[in-house]
């Protein structure tokens, strides 16, 4: 079922004729769609925002984890989540694939976990280590960064990954994370927009 558009409304608008289970594809292709129609002269004014707000947030994450380490040369960096969202298994144009990158040219280890997605990922990592588990990911882990909102990532025992952290320093992609019983548990705990 491949549907060719030209713009966001269209998307919006001929989704419903995507069936729900296929429709991934369709909401992460717009910022794609924008990138390619581009050179056309044709303006995508609010995607064009929505894709340099994407570019902002990575910067700050990557901000935010210098504010607390310093330089990130050789540091543990753990990434929580590889999809471009929970439940799917798409890392098309994921923020994880740009940030492991990103953090690996600041000089940063990285480690990397997805329940679902890291499959799809690891060939796309370059050096990153793929964990079998979140708690992999983050033993002596420097800092974590939670990248898509899976459940499993809420319901961690945060006393436990504190005590296996090597700093617990939690930068949360999504604002997903109980910022209070984090704080409260010893982390310092940074939002993206807070």
Same mark, same amino acid.
């Given at each position: 079922?491949? #549907?060719?558009?030209?713009?966001?409304?269209?998307?919006?608008?001929?989704?419903?004729?995507? /069936?729900?289970?296929?429709?991934?594809?369709?909401?992460?292709?717009?910022?794609? !769609? *924008?990138? %390619?129609?581009? /050179?056309? &002269?044709?303006?995508?004014?609010?995607?064009? *925002?929505?894709?340099?707000?994407?570019? #902002? !947030?990575?910067?700050?994450?990557?901000?935010? #984890? !210098?504010?607390? !380490?310093?330089?990130?040369?050789?540091?543990?960096?753990?990434?929580?989540?590889?999809?471009?969202?929970?439940?799917?298994?798409?890392?098309?144009?994921?923020?994880?694939?740009?940030?492991? =990158?990103?953090?690996?040219?600041?000089?940063?280890?990285?480690?990397?976990?997805? /329940?679902?997605?890291?499959?799809?990922?690891?060939?796309? #990592?370059?050096?990153? %280590?793929?964990? *079998?588990?979140?708690?992999?990911?983050?033993?002596? +882990?420097? +800092?974590?960064?939670?990248?898509?909102?899976? /459940?499993?990532?809420?319901?961690?025992?945060?006393?436990?990954?504190?005590?296996?952290? =090597?700093?617990?320093?939690?930068?949360?992609? %999504?604002?997903?994370?109980?910022?209070?019983?984090? %704080? *409260?548990?010893?982390?310092?705990?940074? &939002?993206?927009?807070?």
């Amino acid at each position: 079922h491949w #549907l060719r558009v030209s713009g966001a409304a269209q998307v919006e608008a001929a989704s419903f004729l995507v /069936p729900e289970r296929d429709r991934v594809g369709v909401e992460a292709s717009t910022a794609l !769609q *924008a990138k %390619r129609i581009a /050179p056309t &002269g044709y303006h995508f004014q609010l995607l064009t *925002a929505v894709i340099e707000v994407n570019e #902002l !947030q990575k910067r700050r994450t990557i901000g935010k #984890l !210098q504010k607390h !380490q310093g330089s990130l040369v050789n540091k543990e960096i753990a990434l929580l989540g590889l999809a471009f969202k929970a439940d799917t298994d798409d890392v098309r144009e994921a923020t994880s694939l740009v940030l492991a =990158a990103r953090l690996q040219g600041e000089g940063a280890n990285v480690r990397v976990y997805d /329940p679902v997605a890291a499959a799809n990922a690891s060939e796309l #990592l370059g050096g990153a %280590r793929v964990c *079998a588990s979140a708690l992999e990911s983050l033993d002596g +882990a420097d +800092a974590a960064v939670l990248v898509t909102e899976w /459940p499993e990532f809420a319901e961690l025992d945060w006393a436990e990954v504190k005590e296996r952290m =090597a700093e617990p320093v939690i930068v949360d992609g %999504r604002n997903f994370l109980d910022r209070e019983a984090l %704080r *409260a548990a010893g982390f310092t705990y940074e &939002g993206i927009g807070r």
